[in-house]
C-alpha cells in the first residue's frame, strides 16, 4: 500500500505496538527452563537446582522454575504493588505463617527512642562483631563517633545518620555465632522483640537512602550495601540483589569519578584501601545471589584475574605472621585485652582476603566452563570422550590450585575438612564451606559426565578419574544435606538452603545411577540409606523452620516429597 505525500500515516502501526511474549521475556530476570538449551554433550556446567531438575535420571515432571517463581512473584512490603488483579493470589501464596506475622505490629515497644544511646551503642558493637568481621567496608571507630554524634544531636537525614541506623538494624537482626545452638529450632532467632527492633532501625534509615542514590560517594555505596546485606538477612534475595547491584554500580561509579580528578588534579585518592574492600564485599555478595537466578552481575568480575588484593585498613598487620606471634604475650607488650582485639581483627582480615581468593578461583572455574561450553558447538559431533578428556585434566588442575589455597593458610586461619561438626570460629566455618563450595564446582562437571554417558568404551583411566572426582562430589553432597540449614541466620541463609536442596537431587541421581549397575561404574560411592535418612531427617527440619519466612521452602518440601519417600516426614 503507497500514501501520497498529502496523506497521514501513523509513526508506529498495530504491529509494531505488539509486544510478544518472548521479547519481554528477555528482559526479564527469571530464565525460563521449560525450554532449556540442549547443546552438545549437555549442560555439565549447571549450578542451581532449577537446572538439577533437568536431568533426565530424577524423571521430574512439574514445573522447573516452580519454586524460584515463588521467590521472583513475591509482593514488596509497600503499597502501590498491586499488579492487574494479582494481588489476591499473591497474598494467597504468603501462607498462613506470613499472614500471621503481617498482622502483628511491627512495634519494638521502644519508649527512648531510636537515638537511645545504650540501644545504639550496643547495636553497633553486635554490627562490628557479627557484620563487620566478614565486610570491612568501613572504620569501626568511625562509626562509633557517627553513632555519638547522633545520640547528641539527634536523627538527621545526611547520610551518617542512614549509616548508623543500617549498622544498627544489621546489629539487631545479626546473631553471634553459637555452635551449642545451630540445632535449636524451638525458637526464632533473633527473638521477634530483636527482629521488630531491626525492623524499626531499618526503616528509618531506609527513608534516608533516597538521597544517598544520587551521589558518588564512599558513604552512599556502604549504605546502598549495607541495605542489601540486611535485606539478604530477612530472607528477601531479590531485594537484596537488586541492592547489592546497585551499590556495585555506585562502586564502580565513585571509582571514575576519583580517577578523573586525580588526572586533572595529580593528587592520589588517601581512600583506595577502603575502595577495593567495597568492591570486593559488592562484587562477591552480589555474584552469589545473581548466579541462583541466572541475571547478569554488575560488571565487577573484570578482576577476576586480577593478581592484586585489598590493602589493609588501618589498625591491621600487613604480616600474616605476627597475628600469631602476638598470641604471646611479652612484659612490655599491650595489655591481654588489646592483643587478643588485635588478634580477632587480624583473623577478621584474613577471612576476608582468604574469601577473596577462593572467589577468584571459583570465578576462573566459572569462566573456563563458559569458553569450554561455546568450544563444545564447534566440537559438535566429535567425540564425547576426548571432549571430556581435556576437561577432566583442567578439572584436576583446578582441584591442586585450590588444594595449595588449603595448605597456604596461616596457622591462624586454619581448619579440619571433610567433617560434619562446624568449627567454633564462625570466620573458619564460613571459609570452609566456601572451600566446599569450590570444591564441588570442580567434582560436579565428572559426575554429570557418568550421569549422562554410556563410559563402557571409554579409556579405563578416564572412567576411574571421572569416577574418583564424582566420589568427591557425592561426599560434598552429604555434607550439604545434613549441615547446609541450620536455625542461625545470616546473609547467606537463602543460598545455603537451595545449596542443601540441590544435594538432595544429586544425592537422589547418585543413588539411582548406581542402582542401574552400569559398566565401569563399579568403584562409584554413594552413601547407604541410614546416612540419607539421616540427612533428610535435617534438610526437611531446616526447611519447615525457614518456611515462615522463605516461601520457597514450602515448594521445596513439596518437590523432595514427591521425588523421595525419605523426605516424607
Not at 26 to 46: V, Y
Not at 394 to 406: D, G, I, P, T, V
Request: proline share 5%; charged share 25%.
Amino acid at each position: 500500500m503507497s500514501l501520497s505525500p498529502g496523506e497521514s500515516a501513523p509513526l508506529y502501526s498495530h504491529r509494531d505496538t505488539q509486544t510478544h511474549d518472548d521479547v519481554m521475556g528477555s528482559l526479564s530476570l527469571r530464565r525460563d527452563l521449560s525450554h532449556p538449551e540442549n547443546p552438545p554433550f549437555g549442560t555439565w556446567w549447571t549450578y542451581t537446582v532449577e537446572e538439577t531438575l533437568l536431568w533426565p535420571i530424577l524423571e521430574y515432571q512439574g514445573n522447573i522454575n516452580n519454586c524460584l517463581d515463588v521467590v521472583l512473584g513475591e509482593f514488596d512490603d509497600e503499597p502501590g504493588n498491586e499488579d492487574t488483579g494479582a494481588g489476591h493470589d499473591a497474598e494467597d501464596n504468603t501462607g498462613p505463617s506470613m499472614k500471621e506475622k503481617r498482622r502483628q505490629p511491627l512495634s519494638s515497644g521502644i519508649t527512648l527512642g531510636l537515638d537511645d544511646g545504650a540501644t545504639i551503642s550496643e547495636l553497633v558493637e553486635s554490627f562490628l562483631r557479627n557484620i563487620h568481621t566478614k565486610f570491612p567496608i568501613l572504620e569501626p571507630q568511625e562509626l562509633r563517633e557517627r553513632g555519638e554524634n547522633l545520640v547528641e544531636s539527634g536523627l538527621g537525614w545526611d547520610g551518617e545518620t542512614c549509616q548508623v541506623l543500617l549498622a544498627c538494624a544489621l546489629g539487631a537482626i545479626s546473631c553471634p555465632w553459637d555452635v551449642a545452638d545451630l540445632e535449636n529450632y524451638d525458637r526464632i532467632k533473633p527473638s521477634r522483640e530483636r527482629l521488630a527492633l531491626a525492623n524499626e532501625y531499618f526503616s528509618a534509615g531506609q527513608k534516608r537512602l533516597g538521597a544517598l542514590l544520587t551521589q558518588s560517594s564512599i558513604i552512599a555505596v556502604q549504605c546502598i550495601f549495607m541495605a542489601g546485606i540486611f535485606l539478604l538477612h530477612q530472607q528477601k534475595p531479590v531485594a537484596g540483589w537488586r541492592l547489592l547491584n546497585v551499590a556495585s554500580i555506585a562502586c564502580r561509579t565513585y571509582i571514575s569519578k576519583r580517577m578523573a580528578r586525580e588526572s586533572r588534579n595529580g593528587q592520589a585518592s588517601r581512600s583506595r584501601s577502603m575502595e577495593q574492600r567495597l568492591c570486593w564485599s559488592c562484587f562477591k555478595t552480589e555474584r552469589e545471589v545473581a548466579c541462583e537466578f541466572g541475571m547478569e552481575t554488575s560488571g565487577l568480575n573484570v578482576i577476576a584475574y586480577s593478581t592484586s588484593l585489598p590493602t589493609p585498613p588501618n589498625g591491621f598487620n600487613s604480616e600474616m605472621e605476627d597475628s600469631t606471634a602476638r598470641q604471646t604475650v611479652s612484659p612490655g607488650a599491650p595489655t591481654a585485652t588489646s592483643t587478643i582485639q588485635e588478634t580477632y581483627q587480624d583473623k577478621s582480615w584474613y577471612y576476608f582476603l582468604t574469601d577473596i581468593m577462593l572467589c577468584k578461583l571459583e570465578m576462573r572455574i566459572d569462566n573456563y566452563c563458559q569458553d569450554k561450553r561455546r568450544e563444545a558447538y564447534h566440537f559438535a559431533g566429535g567425540s564425547p570422550e576426548v571432549f571430556f578428556r581435556s576437561m577432566t585434566e583442567a578439572l584436576q588442575e583446578f582441584r591442586y590450585q585450590l588444594s595449595s589455597y588449603y595448605n597456604s593458610l596461616p596457622p591462624l586461619m586454619r581448619f579440619p575438612m571433610g567433617g560434619l561438626i562446624p568449627c567454633e570460629d564462625e570466620a573458619l566455618n564460613q571459609l570452609r564451606w566456601r572451600i566446599y563450595c569450590v570444591q564441588h564446582d570442580i567434582y560436579i562437571p565428572a559426575l554429570y559426565i557418568l550421569l549422562h554417558n554410556d563410559v563402557s568404551g571409554w579409556s579405563h583411566n578416564l572412567v576411574n578419574d571421572l569416577v574418583d572426582l564424582a566420589n568427591e562430589c557425592i561426599k560434598l553432597d552429604v555434607i550439604f544435606l545434613k549441615t547446609a540449614v541450620t536455625p542461625h541466620r545470616q546473609y547467606n541463609t537463602w543460598l545455603w538452603l537451595r545449596k542443601g536442596v540441590r544435594s538432595a537431587l544429586i544425592l537422589i541421581a547418585s543413588r539411582r545411577l548406581k542402582a542401574q549397575r552400569r559398566p565401569g561404574l563399579e568403584r562409584l560411592e554413594v552413601p547407604d540409606d541410614a546416612t540419607c535418612t539421616d540427612g533428610a531427617r535435617r534438610l526437611v527440619q531446616g526447611l519447615k523452620y525457614w518456611s515462615a519466612e522463605s516461601n520457597d521452602c514450602k515448594e521445596y518440601l513439596a518437590l523432595l516429597y514427591e521425588l523421595h519417600a525419605e523426605f516424607r516426614i
